[in-house]
């Protein structure tokens, strides 16, 4: 069993950058897609971003030009580079890898944006 472990969350004042990743415990082999969503208190979780394989990607409007997801290394298959954060970008972010056979979800990391 696969463990995705989100890490690089914290609190930024706005205008500010964070790097999440997201790393797993054993090598993810026939990856598809991999996303990154967020979840704020009091609201649905949502898309962030997606990038395939094949280096494809696609963001939510509110984050278009903000954000940049990429692939890394196989036991940190995704990032996600969030600069000119916001205070609305304030959430838990989640990775997701999906892969020919399984689908793993990560617990989560905090990111909080001061005014």
């Known amino acids: 069993q696969v463990q995705l472990v989100e890490s690089g969350g914290g609190l930024v004042q706005a205008g500010g950058s964070l790097r999440l990743s997201c790393a797993a415990s054993k090598t993810i082999f026939s990856i598809n897609t991999m996303y990154w969503y967020r979840q704020a208190p009091g609201k649905q979780r949502e898309l962030v971003a997606a990038?395939?394989?094949?280096?494809?990607?696609n963001y939510a409007d509110s984050v278009k030009g903000r954000f940049t997801i990429s692939i890394d290394n196989t036991n940190t298959p995704v990032l996600l580079q969030m600069n000119d954060l916001k205070p609305e970008d304030t959430a838990v972010y989640y990775c997701r890898v999906v892969a020919a056979r399984y689908d793993y979800r990560g617990q989560g990391t905090q990111v909080t944006v001061s005014s």
């Open positions: 990038i395939t394989s094949d280096g494809i990607t």
